[in-house]
């Protein structure tokens, strides 16, 4: 097993990409809550102050806020540090993505990214922190990488040892214990008209919830549950999936259902993985492009390549507000940057490269992985050329009422076509609500069909 050391200097670490199936030992768990914060992250701050100390992020929500509103944004007063444009970018270029540079490539008179403060402001449940910091000593990898055991309710891996581990804590970080998310999406055209397609999905987590024993979820094998109706527009509306995760697909694969509304009937949807096009999609995103990551990881060779300071979109709460439109974030070529917020934090590096045998639309992906929220932050999504296609961005906040981090937007960018898929989009509508009242009978393939004819 190699030991990855977790520098806090700037540039990339290169460690090999061996499989290790190894738990940590205490000694190295003992690190969590000390110099790793109780997630992994690393608890200091950058070399040159940049990157600021975890000092436990937001602890409770900015005043005024009511729950069941947008959230208010806690940064609102910081000034903006810098504007990269295509004429300075290259004294940015080493905190740049590959595939944010070539968006100033593709687009060099609208691309911009204006740079403010970072806050480390993630931020968990004690109980997520605790089960953590547990897991640090019993989780493991089976069924080469494409499972897990010995984890629950936490993330399992906070000190990786390879690329594996960090895409399941990606996988299996704390999005709550149910969620009903209005995320409407479009697909902007080259000129920027669109069609807003309405989807409503709930969420029960399996994984996350206080107390969850770790041979049960084994032995039951299920993560979470998710359904997903599209109630607009009518030629759409009434269409639905319903998936049910498993923690190792090696042993039954995701279950998933799908309601037609034309067909008017339920029927088993076993192609509802990898590269099959997302819902409504338009071909703009694959099924296991949803959440910059999902699904099973056994199509590809996953390799952690290190941890780098990069600017990523960052407590985006300006693009998550109640008073922007949707015609206001989307236009022509990309969505409207004077809305995005970047700023400079540590990521973990993944890349995953395809197997020999097996096929998928993209041959390799380089994953940008934040190192507080275990969040995907962005994606470069290489096709079988090795030519760049899809360029994916995760705008986050911190949804303070819970605490929890996650996406108010996902973008995919393809280079090709010149267009991009947006999706998340609520900002006309209701905000997520993290306290839903659903239960696993709100997930069967008869409430699909019951949901799907209203």
Do not use: C
Not at 10 to 32: W, Y
Not at 164 to 187: F, P
Not at 291 to 299: A, H, T, V
């Amino acid at each position: 097993m190699k030991k990855i050391t977790v520098m806090a200097s700037a540039m990339a670490l290169m460690f090999g990409s061996g499989l290790a199936m190894a738990k940590v030992s205490p000694e190295e768990a003992a690190k969590l809550g000390k110099e790793l914060t109780p997630m992994g992250a690393e608890m200091a701050g950058n070399a040159d102050g940049s990157i600021p100390a975890w000092t436990g992020g937001i602890t409770a929500p900015p005043a005024g806020y009511q729950p069941g509103s947008f959230h208010l944004d806690p940064y609102a007063g910081d000034a903006k540090i810098a504007t990269i444009t295509k004429d300075n970018m290259a004294e940015y270029a080493p905190f740049l993505s590959a595939g944010v540079q070539k968006m100033f490539e593709m687009y060099p008179d609208t691309f911009k990214m204006n740079l403010y403060p970072t806050h480390r402001s993630g931020s968990y449940p004690q109980f997520i922190y605790d089960a953590t910091i547990k897991n640090a000593t019993s989780a493991e990898l089976v069924d080469g990488g494409n499972g897990i055991r010995g984890a629950a309710t936490g993330v399992p891996f906070p000190i990786p040892a390879n690329g594996l581990e960090v895409i399941w804590n990606h996988i299996l970080r704390y999005r709550g214990e149910t969620a009903e998310i209005q995320r409407n999406q479009a697909a902007p055209t080259a000129s920027g008209s669109y069609t807003l397609v309405e989807t409503n999905e709930q969420i029960k987590f399996l994984y996350t919830i206080p107390g969850a024993d770790a041979a049960t979820l084994a032995k039951d094998n299920l993560l979470f549950y998710f359904k997903q109706v599209v109630t607009a527009p009518a030629r759409l509306a009434g269409t639905a999936l319903l998936v049910h995760e498993t923690m190792d697909q090696s042993k039954q694969p995701r279950q998933a259902w799908t309601y037609n509304t034309g067909q008017r009937r339920v029927r088993r949807a076993p192609n509802v993985a990898f590269d099959t096009p997302g819902t409504a999609s338009d071909g703009m995103r694959t099924t296991d492009d949803f959440d910059l990551y999902n699904g099973s990881p056994e199509r590809y060779n996953w390799e952690l390549v290190g941890k780098q300071e990069m600017y990523i979109p960052y407590n985006d709460y300006k693009l998550h507000s109640g008073d922007v439109k949707y015609d206001q974030i989307l236009q022509a070529g990309h969505i409207n940057m004077d809305l995005v917020r970047w700023e400079k934090h540590r990521v973990w590096v993944v890349e995953a490269t395809l197997k020999d045998g097996v096929r998928h639309l993209y041959k390799t992906r380089r994953f940008y992985i934040d190192e507080d929220s275990w969040q995907i932050a962005l994606v470069d999504l290489y096709d079988n050329r090795d030519e760049m296609y899809r360029v994916g961005m995760a705008h986050t906040v911190n949804y303070y009422e819970q605490p929890l981090v996650w996406t108010t937007l996902e973008v995919f960018y393809d280079l090709n076509s010149r267009r991009y898929m947006a999706m998340g989009l609520d900002n006309e509508g209701k905000v997520a609500n993290f306290d839903a009242d659903i239960s696993a009978k709100d997930f069967t393939p008869q409430a699909l069909r019951r949901q799907g004819r209203r």
